[in-house]
């Protein structure tokens, strides 16, 4: 880190990844946001992040896999704080103590009131030097590029592992927004189901996850029959391990329900906004960021369904984090953000 370097950090702490941004170095951790304890005394916490899912049926100890974040919100402060300051310690590594860097982490748009003193405590328990919350909507703005300064709206969608998010910014604030409590690992679950349904075979989320990211396609093409891949898992009714064939059209079918809903909602959020913002948003289209937004072809089903161009970068995964980091690292914009009311210091 630089000399002048105000040591700011972003962490993202979504409800399936947890995303570490430094100053000046970029995004450095991304795990699971897990955290693993005994199960008779879930003070005990064993490991947290990747190691916590590696460890998970491997050890002789009766544990469980918690995870601290549902739905973009912390359901146990204690778990939440262990899961920050790990990953956070790991992160920095040698490079300095949590203690003297600034640290901004991201909060859902639709969490109640109790669930963020929740976060809040969370976070100042973590004991950096100075932190703050950040609507992460507005976090993922800033790291998707969005103009979000300018006095004219801009229409972002978030597709997370649990949650999707559709905001107008405006002037560093937020104007409008909808927050549903469903995302990316609904497509997961139905890749599941499917999978038992139609090929008799019993497979893991993470299989289907696999599934999703290998060959998941939002748009339907004859092309989809060419792309293959043979699937492990345990026969449905004779529990023995079996392999059958799958395409990605199985996969394009098995997750059409659920992502026909998402879509809708989207445009559902999309005609509800008031005229004048949609002027706004017209010419310029609309930015998609989150993990989910890389689900192949998801921003050509969005384009053609709104009618209008959809931006998507490289790393919409990492948009929070190096968002929250942005703003971490910069006094002037802790300030506008506060004042907007997108941010608060904990
Ligand atoms: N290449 C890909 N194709 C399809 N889906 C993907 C891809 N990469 C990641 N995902 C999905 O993105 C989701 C995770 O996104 P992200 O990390 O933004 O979620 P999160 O911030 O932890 O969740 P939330 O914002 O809901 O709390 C997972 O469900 C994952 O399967
Ligand atoms: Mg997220």
Do not use: W
Not at 51 to 60: E, H, K, S, V
Not at 154 to 161: D, E, N, T, V
């Amino acid at each position: 880190m630089g000399v002048f370097s105000t040591g700011g950090v972003g962490i993202d702490l979504g409800s399936a990844n947890v995303t570490i941004c430094l100053e000046n170095e970029g995004v450095v951790l991304r795990e699971p946001s897990y955290v693993l304890t005994l199960r008779e005394d879930t003070d005990e916490i064993l490991a947290v992040g990747r190691d916590a899912r590696q460890m998970l049926g491997r050890t002789p100890k009766d544990v469980s896999l918690i995870s601290p974040v549902m739905d973009g919100a912390v359901g146990n402060i204690e778990l939440a704080t262990a899961l920050i300051q790990r990953l956070a310690e790991k992160a920095l590594g040698k490079r300095r103590a949590l203690e003297k860097n600034r640290l901004v982490v991201s909060m859902s748009q639709g969490c109640t009131r109790v669930e963020r003193t929740a976060l809040e405590e969370a976070v100042r328990t973590a004991g950096a030097k100075r932190s703050a919350l950040v609507r992460s909507s507005v976090a993922a703005a800033m790291g998707a590029g969005v103009p979000i300064e300018e006095p004219r709206g801009s229409m972002l969608i978030c597709i997370g592992g649990s949650t999707t998010e559709v905001t107008i910014v405006s002037m560093n604030g937020v104007v409008a927004a909808r927050t549903m409590r469903t995302g990316s690992l609904a497509l997961d679950e139905a890749i599941m189901r499917y999978v038992r349904r139609e090929k008799g075979l019993i497979i893991g989320q993470r299989t289907a996850e696999d599934l999703k990211i290998d060959l998941g396609n939002a748009m339907r093409s004859p092309a989809l029959v060419r792309e293959k891949a043979s699937l492990r898992g345990r026969d449905a009714s004779s529990g023995k391990p079996a392999t059958v064939e799958i395409t990605a059209i199985d996969i394009h079918n098995a997750i059409e329900t659920p992502l026909r809903a998402l879509v809708e909602n989207i445009r559902d959020a999309f005609e509800n906004i008031p005229a004048e913002l949609a002027e706004d948003i017209l010419p310029q289209g609309v930015y998609l960021s989150g993990g989910g937004a890389r689900l192949e072809g998801i921003a050509d089903r969005l384009s053609e369904m709104l009618g209008l161009s959809v931006t998507l970068g490289e790393n919409p995964q990492d948009d929070v984090a190096v968002g929250c980091c942005m703003i971490a690292a910069s006094e002037r914009m802790m300030q506008k953000f506060e004042q907007s009311g997108c941010l608060i210091e904990v």
